[in-house]
């Protein structure tokens, strides 16, 4: 072998392994960021008897993440487009990690609760960078595609490892654990994020601070107008002023972007038929999980009587399907495209969601959750990687936090919808027993996935070169 062979050949080991050292970083603060928003649902009660919170006050230990989140999202993914998204990135992942080392030491209510809201803001300007920063490390295709694979497989099965690791720190030790675990992770990743990462080229200018202020408010406002519903119905008229306020602040939010000479979200990501229809897909997929997750949670530990530690098991099928069938969708999208990958499934979320619709008091684990659990975890690992792909692709480099933002924003819009969505349902159809108001939960949420079924067959162009475009382009 020449010199320059072997040189050659060196640089490009030494590219590999520092792309899967990035890859490792982004997916892990991504997989960590997801977690966190339901790592503690099976820690609650531990949680209240601990720090003794009342029955209203214990559920904003998961909203205050929540909506801190969902708020500052837009303003986070913007932040990286300016400063830098490795800068941004780790500021956002420092903030998240301290913040959740004051929530294991948290000793009143009020301070874990603002433990959660920092962890939220944290998380709002980590998580738009991780997605931005894959298209600075990996600028070709085929492994930009593999990446942004990786990193949706994280977005989705977060979701559902959170139970299963808050079902096993709890039962092994407490609910402090669930708070502390986050710390190792994020102290690594800002150890390594210097020598994995580059940094993305900067935008001169400034930020639009009436944009910003005007999407801030408008999310957050969103967001807690939706979790307020499922707690308090929809005619309750704090929920009915959120939501009015919310329609009135994202109303005004286009018409000042179009005004703005840079605007925090370019109102050119919404001009694509192809990413819209993206965001769609990644909302309706959302809500339909969160909804599913929250019943099956109440049905595992209330009806069949299911520990934490067996509740958290109790879903690692479905991580196991969304994860095997995740790894093939980048190697399926460019001969097929996105538009049939996502309509098919959507068609095994909307088969999971129906014999969910089944369930009965005298049921098993085995007949009446197994099953819908591996074939809606096949399906969202289809829908969720394919829709990635699409909103992201062609994005100007510039615009790529704030794509981000929004996609992840239809995911936290698209959780907290699903639950008030479907306990409005459960409401409403509870008869004599609690199993009738989740078997109406189940079959709302099957709506939501046959919504998913009629976004992926009109929500997308036909021809085979704009299906094949997120495998070839991103």
Do not use: K
Request: a positive charge; glycine letters at 14%.
């Amino acid at each position: 072998m020449l010199p320059e062979q072997a040189s050659d050949h060196a640089t490009e080991r030494e590219d590999e392994a520092r792309g899967r050292l990035a890859l490792g970083v982004l997916a892990g603060c991504q997989l960590a960021l997801v977690v966190d928003a339901s790592i503690v649902n099976i820690a609650l009660p531990s949680v209240q008897r601990g720090l003794g919170f009342s029955g209203t006050g214990l559920s904003w230990v998961v909203n205050a993440y929540t909506l801190a989140f969902g708020g500052l999202l837009l303003l986070g993914g913007r932040a990286g487009d300016l400063l830098g998204h490795r800068r941004t990135f780790m500021a956002g992942v420092a903030v998240f990690t301290l913040a959740s080392l004051a929530g294991g030491l948290a000793t009143t209510p009020g301070e874990l609760l603002a433990a959660r809201a920092a962890q939220g803001a944290g998380a709002a300007f980590a998580g738009p960078g991780s997605l931005a920063l894959i298209a600075t490390t990996f600028p070709d295709g085929t492994r930009r595609s593999r990446a942004l694979a990786v990193f949706a497989i994280a977005a989705s099965a977060g979701m559902v490892a959170g139970l299963m690791l808050g079902g096993l720190l709890t039962a092994w030790t407490s609910w402090r654990a669930v708070m502390f675990v986050n710390v190792p992770v994020g102290a690594v990743i800002v150890l390594l994020a210097p020598r994995a990462l580059r940094e993305s080229p900067r935008r001169q200018g400034r930020f639009d601070l009436a944009g910003a202020l005007t999407c801030t408010l408008g999310s957050a406002v969103l967001v807690y107008g939706l979790i307020r519903a499922a707690g308090h119905g929809w005619s309750d008229g704090t929920t009915v002023g959120a939501l009015c306020a919310a329609a009135v602040l994202l109303g005004l939010f286009p018409v000042i972007e179009a005004r703005a000479r840079q605007p925090i979200m370019p109102l050119g990501l919404w001009g694509d038929r192809e990413r819209v229809g993206a965001f769609a897909m990644r909302l309706l997929l959302t809500a339909a999980m969160s909804g599913m997750m929250f019943f099956l949670t109440l049905f595992v530990q209330g009806v069949l009587r299911y520990g934490p530690l067996a509740t958290g098991f109790g879903f690692l099928p479905t991580t196991v399907a969304l994860v095997a069938v995740s790894r093939a969708v980048p190697r399926l999208l460019p001969r097929y495209g996105p538009r049939p990958l996502m309509a098919a499934g959507s068609v095994l979320c909307v088969a999971g969601m129906v014999w969910l619709a089944q369930v009965s008091a005298d049921g098993s684990y085995l007949t009446l959750i197994l099953g819908p659990v591996l074939l809606f975890g096949a399906g969202s690992g289809m829908v969720s990687v394919a829709a990635t792909f699409v909103a992201m692709a062609s994005v100007p480099s510039g615009e790529a936090g704030a794509a981000s933002a929004v996609l992840q924003s239809m995911q936290q819009i698209g959780g907290s919808l699903g639950v008030a969505a479907l306990v409005t349902v459960d409401g409403a159809t509870r008869g004599a027993s609690p199993v009738d108001g989740m078997r109406g939960a189940f079959t709302a949420g099957a709506v939501l996935t046959v919504a998913m079924v009629a976004t992926a067959l009109f929500g997308f162009r036909r021809s085979s070169g704009d299906q094949g475009r997120s495998g070839s382009q991103i």
